[in-house]
């Protein structure tokens, strides 16, 4: 069973948060194969932030945050045992690379303007005929308006990803977009009809059981 898990930036803000992450991660790999994209969190909106100020266009702001995407996954791969030693930066150098006994997680970050790490991942899932796509977040699923500002938000347990992709057309895209899925990564999610779950990953157990079929979050199934 292959697996691939995007993880947003929030997750790589200090030392502790991500060894965690990496416990659990190591724990996943070893009955599935795993593939983990990694997001810009603050870090990457702060710096893009400084850039429009300067008069960055939007192309310009995505590669900025792009590029703190690798050096987060350089972060998480420092913390790992058996990931491949480099973040891969295209689809086919991970599907060349495979996974094997010295290095079974593969790790990438941002790869083009245009698109959040969720439709990486998104992309990747397709591209490696994944099983699962695990969305993890900072909240505990899709909600019809961000929770954080909107106390009042309606969670979604269960969508279809037809459903999905008209929840999220109504997003603006922009370089350091904060929402929880993409307008391109929910399209891609229809298309590959690959099962998605969105979860909260404050608690990093939590992941290893949504693997197992155990979660709180949000399911986007194919039909």
């Given at each position: 069973m292959k697996?691939?898990?995007?993880?947003?930036?929030?997750?790589?803000?200090?030392?502790?948060?991500?060894?965690?992450?990496?416990?659990?991660?190591e724990e996943i790999a070893k009955s599935y194969g795993l593939y983990i994209v990694t997001g810009g969190g603050k870090i990457a909106r702060e710096r893009i932030k400084i850039a429009r100020a300067l008069g960055a266009n939007e192309t310009i702001c995505?590669?900025?945050?792009?590029?703190?995407?690798?050096?987060?996954?350089?972060l998480l791969i420092s913390a790992l045992r058996s990931a491949h030693p480099e973040p891969f930066s295209a689809y086919n150098e991970v599907a060349g690379a495979g996974l094997g006994e010295e290095a079974r997680i593969s790790v990438m970050g941002g790869v083009s303007p245009g698109y959040t790490t969720d439709a990486v991942a998104a992309i990747l899932a397709e591209y490696v005929n994944a099983d699962l796509f695990i969305d993890v977040t900072s909240v505990d699923g899709v909600y019809d308006a961000d929770p954080r500002r909107y106390p009042e938000a309606k969670k979604y347990d269960k969508l279809t990803a037809k459903e999905l992709v008209a929840l999220t057309a109504k997003e603006e895209l922009k370089a350091g977009s904060r929402i929880v899925i993409d307008p391109v990564a929910a399209k891609i999610i229809e298309r590959s009809r690959i099962k998605t779950l969105v979860i909260d990953g404050n608690n990093p157990r939590d992941i290893l059981n949504a693997v197992q079929g155990k979660h709180h979050g949000t399911v986007i199934n194919p039909e």
């Open positions: 697996v691939v898990i995007s993880l947003s930036g929030i997750f790589f803000e200090d030392a502790t948060r991500i060894k965690q992450m990496a416990e659990v991660l995505d590669y900025i945050g792009i590029a703190v995407t690798r050096v987060n996954a350089k």
